[in-house]
């Protein structure tokens, strides 16, 4: 049986004439090589095995998440640094941005490159992402006290191999003040095989110790994927999910409930719906704030609690998450409050001392609007 590197290195797609080898040369005219190429070389591009497994037609959710296009090369309003991380970075591989918490970037590379990416500018690049330089990270930790939850983010943290993550890992452990411990990975989407009950058994050393996923659309939930998914949920480790919401990808409100019920069932919390950041190169993939509202209100009380991740937009510049919310507030006095329920129904909900609460008050057009945008 291969190893994960293995099957990483000799099945994964890795050129454009691979690409083409693979989906047809006629989806990638020869007239455009050479921007495809340019757009190859300004950022690292790889797909893994099971990614290129799932592509079932040229444009599909899976193929625009991954394929490289010409679009990259088209700079409108992207920034190249969208978060400002780079200038919340006091030393190499940590950004403190948050009071008590602090990213820790610990591995360069990805199991797939997905072309959405907010890090494009650094993930592939070891020179830009120093695993030589972890001891400066580590000692920023150990001085700020205030930090007590530390995120293990790259790249991919569960690239690494199992020494090199339990290192990391017994480091940090070792900081008094550290509580939480959170590992950000697509691992999982991108490559199951990687999670090993060797690995499993390293990881569930180190709790509390929380994993945050990463799937955009419901197919990615592979019988693979849940396996996976499902040994880490046995170690004890909480999972999560962190989606992206990406035009021609997961944009539908239909989509996105399956994605956020699958979730569910593989033992998987969703935790944040992301507008696609503002990264030059990735503007094509963007979807307008009113589409994500929308997509939650058909969350909101047509399915679970359980599947409603807060929606938000990690504020250009550096300005951290922003939840937004559908307006289910009409109004807002001393007396009263005016609301609308999942299904458009007002109902008055009366502040202290001044009456009692009103019957709801059906509103058809809003109900037939809900209907229509679900």
């Known amino acids: 049986m291969s190893t994960w590197q293995e ?9 454009l004439e691979a690409l083409a080898e ?16 340019q757009a190859i070389d300004n950022f690292e591009f790889r797909i893994s095995p099971p990614m290129v497994d799932l592509i079932k037609s040229p444009d599909d959710p899976i193929w625009r998440q991954y394929i490289p296009t010409v679009q990259e090369l088209e700079i409108h309003d992207g920034i190249v640094d969208s978060l400002s991380e780079d200038r919340d970075s006091p030393v190499p591989n940590i950004t403190h941005r948050y009071p008590d918490r602090a990213l820790f970037l610990v591995s360069p590379v990805c199991a797939s490159y997905c072309r959405f990416c907010t890090r494009r500018r650094k993930v592939g690049d070891p020179e830009k992402i120093p695993m030589s330089q972890f001891e400066s990270a580590f000692q920023y930790l150990e001085a700020h006290t205030e930090i007590r939850d530390v995120i293990m983010s790259g790249g991919d943290p569960l690239m690494l191999s199992d020494r090199r993550l339990e290192a990391i890992l017994t480091r940090l452990r070792a900081i008094p003040h550290l509580e939480i411990i959170r590992i950000g990975s697509r691992v999982p989407c991108h490559l199951p095989e990687r999670i090993t009950p060797e690995l499993c058994d390293v990881l569930r050393k180190f ?11 419901p197919d990615e939930l592979t019988p693979s994927a849940v396996a996976c998914l499902g040994m880490l949920a046995d170690a004890g480790i909480p999972l999560g999910c962190q989606t992206v919401l990406l035009k021609g990808v997961n944009d539908t409100p239909a989509v996105m409930v399956r994605l956020m019920q699958r979730l569910l069932m593989a033992r998987v919390r969703p935790y944040y719906i992301y507008m696609a950041d503002q990264v030059a190169g990735g503007e094509h993939f963007r979807t307008s704030v009113a589409t994500g509202l929308e997509i939650m209100k058909a969350l909101r009380g047509w399915t679970s609690g359980l599947a409603n991740p807060h929606f938000v ?11 937004l919310l559908p307006e289910y ?36 057009e809003y109900l037939l609007e809900l209907t229509v945008l679900s």
């Open 7 to 15: 099957l990483l290195k000799h099945r994964s797609i890795t050129s």
């Open 22 to 37: 693979r989906f047809g040369p006629e989806h990638f005219p020869v007239e455009l090589h050479e921007r495809l190429r």
């Open 207 to 217: 709790h509390p110790l929380f994993i945050n996923t990463h799937f955009n659309h």
């Open 313 to 323: 937009i990690d504020a250009p510049g550096g300005g951290g998450k922003v939840p």
């Open 329 to 364: 507030v009409e109004s807002f006095t001393e007396d009263e409050v005016v609301l609308r329920n999942f299904k458009g129904e007002r109902y008055v909900y009366v502040q202290p001392g001044h009456g009692t609460a009103r019957p709801k008050v059906h509103d058809p």
